[in-house]
């Protein structure tokens, strides 16, 4: 099974920072990758797919790169709405999550 | 605009069998997977499984033994069933929309419309 693990864990910033998430897979999956934010007592919404394409309606300040083993999710200027958990998700595999708390 | 409502039992005792229903509403049930996710109380995200309106299913590994997902397209609905569950299956419950497919080459774009949640207490 594949494997996907996510640094930080645990992420402390301020408003207006830019931030970088990192998800590894254990083998290669190509650019079969989203990213979701999830605030909580809230369903997950989906934020980037295929690695590096915004779902429809999420602000630009959201970007995904990478392929194969190593994905980013980027947040330029961090906005309040932004503090939340974060997963990385290939078919059939969540990564364990980072938390994004206010500084 | 595509909306998922999802409703079932919210508390079973061990040995019992869980059992949801998703509803979909305003899209296309064909032509997409339906999949069942689920969150243990300060836990990460789990996938349980899917499957499309032809019946054809994936599940989970760690759950394959105990998971049936079914679907009933007269209805536009799919539904889960886990059996002999454990006070380790108490989690909330999630249906959601997948963006797959394989023309005119593979392709996974993610989970994009997500029902409200259930949430299951096993307990005796």
């Known amino acids: 099974d594949i494997q996907l693990t996510q640094s930080p864990s645990f992420l402390s910033a301020s408003v207006g920072d830019r931030v970088t998430i990192t998800c590894r897979a254990s083998?290669?999956?190509?650019?079969?990758l989203a990213w979701y934010q999830q605030k909580p007592g809230k369903a997950p919404k989906l934020l980037i797919y295929?690695?590096?394409t915004l779902q429809s309606g999420v602000p630009s300040r959201f970007s995904g790169s990478g392929s194969g083993t190593e994905f980013t999710l980027t947040i330029s200027s961090l906005q309040p709405e932004d503090f939340a958990t974060y997963y990385c998700q290939q078919p059939g595999t969540f990564g364990q999550g980072t938390k994004l708390e206010i500084k | 605009q595509v909306q998922l409502q999802q409703w079932g039992a919210g508390l079973l005792k061990p040995s019992e069998t869980l059992s949801l229903t998703c509803a979909v509403y305003?899209?296309?049930?064909?032509?997409?997977?339906w999949s069942w996710i689920r969150q243990p109380p300060g836990k990460g995200l789990e996938w349980i499984g899917e499957?499309?309106?032809?019946?054809?299913?994936n599940y989970n590994p760690s759950l394959k033994s105990r998971v049936t997902i079914s679907v009933d397209t007269s209805k536009n609905q799919f539904s889960l069933k886990l059996s002999s569950v454990t006070a380790a299956d108490t989690a909330v419950y999630y249906c959601?929309?997948?963006?797959?497919?394989?023309?005119?080459?593979?392709?996974?774009?993610?989970?994009?419309?997500w029902g409200q949640g259930t949430t299951v207490t096993v307990s005796s």
């Open positions: 499957i499309n309106h032809s019946g054809s299913t």
């Open positions: 295929a690695a590096s």
């Open positions: 083998q290669g999956i190509s650019s079969y």
């Open positions: 305003g899209g296309s049930f064909s032509g997409y997977y």
């Open positions: 959601a929309r997948v963006r797959t497919g394989t023309t005119p080459r593979y392709y996974y774009y993610g989970m994009d419309v």
